[in-house]
């Protein structure tokens, strides 16, 4: 998850925010968006803006132990989703391992044998070198805004998902210009944010959490958003159901 208090911070520390609350959200709905697309599927481009690491090793203390490690305990029950079924199969003893979103969205293609070419972009070379020779990776090093505008036009449609620091005020207008131009050119998207600081658009469809409802600890944040620019109203459909079924499992004893 990033800070959304814009030019709060002068660079990223992805490792610092991984696995909490707000990742728990985004990864949870981009893992059922991916496992839908990719069963219907046997090729599919993937692009993310924002990239980050392919994997995270959690150390105490973090943001982790408010998100994923609340959701820990109850790992079997969440094992009926994507998202969870691939951090039970990193963490076969004890919670050590968390997934980057790029590498969340290789496995499930692994695990329905389709094939996934995922581009990429970071401005950090640190995340560059950490992802060089992977296979069916572009990882570009530069503006993901401007690299996936220009990605639209040489590629077919496929998976982008938006997800920059906002540690400069043009960010916001950057994911308005890109979420515009991606749907035109038929993509499915998915955007994070976190609430009370989100901009949307009447035309997206909004997936909100309060953290408390699935016992999870945001520290500062109430919550956060994912908004799917998508045509597809199965897909919609599913999304909501899958909620519901999360929001049971992980609600809190005092809510039920």
């Not at 044998?113 to 640190?126: K, T």
Request: proline residues 4%.
């Amino acid at each position: 998850m990033k800070d959304k208090i814009m030019g709060s911070e002068k660079s990223y520390n992805h490792r610092t925010h991984a696995g909490n609350a707000g990742d728990v959200w985004k990864h949870f709905l981009l893992g059922e968006v991916a496992d839908y697309l990719l069963s219907k599927k046997r090729r599919l481009v993937y692009a993310e803006s924002h990239v980050g690491y392919p994997k995270y090793r959690l150390e105490e203390p973090e943001e982790w132990e408010g998100g994923i490690g609340k959701c820990w305990p109850k790992i079997m029950d969440l094992k009926a989703f994507s998202y969870f079924k691939i951090l039970s199969a990193m963490n076969p003893q004890s919670l050590e391992i968390y997934p980057g979103s790029a590498s969340l969205i290789f496995k499930v293609a692994r695990w329905r044998g389709a094939v996934l070419q995922a581009e990429l972009w970071d401005e950090d070379p640190r995340v560059a070198g950490a992802w060089r020779g992977t296979e069916g990776v572009s990882f570009h090093l530069g503006d993901g805004f401007k690299g996936v505008r220009a990605l639209l036009g040489r590629s077919p449609p496929g998976l982008l998902f938006i997800d920059p620091p906002y540690l400069d005020q043009k960010d916001l207008k950057l994911v308005l210009g890109l979420l515009n131009a991606s749907q035109s050119a038929g993509w499915i998207v998915l955007w994070w944010q976190m609430m009370g600081h989100e901009n949307f658009s009447s035309e997206l469809e909004r997936f909100s959490l309060e953290f408390r409802q699935a016992g999870l600890d945001g520290g500062q944040w109430i919550g956060s958003v994912v908004s799917l620019a998508s045509s597809d109203q199965e897909l919609k459909k599913l999304l909501e159901r899958r909620i519901q079924q999360f929001l049971e499992i992980m609600r809190p004893a005092e809510q039920l």
